[in-house]
């Protein structure tokens, strides 16, 4: 909401970032606040993956709104990485479960096929930042996460719609940075990112039937 009410108030593709102190603070709590709540998630093994995951994000948050640091950019991507991958840890288990339907299959492909048009796309804009490989490293890592979640066997569909939401949220990112140039998408970017996370936290927790041998919350 605060991003709105920033963009509202300046001329279209102004830069969002930077307009107050607390700002990057205020953009991290969201995930910070949904870390604390998976400190609660009965399932140890996942737990485990699905807290680190929502504690790197915020740290991506925080970082991605000190545009003014030369390497917020390259740090926050890298933050965020590390937050895919422990989002994988916790979905694989449940994407060996059974094997994909084809609806699932499709999916993926689909994931897959607009990963590489999209990389295709800022191909030529990455090397003026000396951005090719960290770029082309994050967009593996993160279809690889959205991939793992539209094959995941969870009760409700909500995991995989987050996936697919921080996919939006990213590809909106890498448009408005090496295609606009500037932060008109910066609303709709943070928007789809919020509805992610907390998607993809929910379906952790929704329509789940605990194992008798799961670790309860205070495991270590």
């Known amino acids: 909401m605060y991003l709105t009410v920033i963009a509202l108030r300046l001329p279209p593709g102004s830069e ?8 990057p603070a205020f953009k991290a709590s969201m995930a910070v606040l949904l870390a604390a ?14 807290v680190p995951a929502l504690l790197l994000s915020a740290t991506g948050d925080w970082l991605l709104a000190i545009p ?18 422990c989002f994988i840890g916790a979905l694989l288990p449940l994407a060996r479960q059974a094997a994909p339907s084809r609806g699932r299959v499709a999916a993926v492909v ?22 090719t490989i960290p770029v082309t ?8 996460m959205v991939c793992t979640a539209l094959l995941a ?3 409700t569909i909500w995991t995989a719609v987050g996936a697919v939401c921080f996919a939006a949220s990213d590809s909106m990112i890498g448009i408005g940075r090496f295609i606009l140039g500037n932060e008109a998408l910066a609303v709709p970017i943070w928007w789809s990112y919020a509805a992610a996370e907390i998607l993809i936290t929910a379906g952790f927790f929704f329509g789940r039937e605990v194992p008798d041998n799961a670790a309860a919350p205070t495991d270590s």
């Open 16 to 23: 969002l970032t930077g307009h107050a102190m607390l700002q």
């Open 37 to 50: 709540a998976a400190v609660a998630h009965p399932i140890g093994r996942e737990r485990r993956w699905l």
């Open 68 to 85: 003014w640091w030369t390497w917020a950019f390259v740090f926050g991507l890298g933050a965020f990485l590390l937050a895919h991958l």
């Open 110 to 131: 689909a994931m897959c096929v607009a990963s590489a048009g999209l990389l295709v796309w800022f191909w030529p804009h990455l090397g003026k930042d000396n951005l």
């Open 137 to 144: 490293v994050y967009i593996v890592a993160l279809s690889a």
């Open 153 to 155: 066997r969870l009760p």
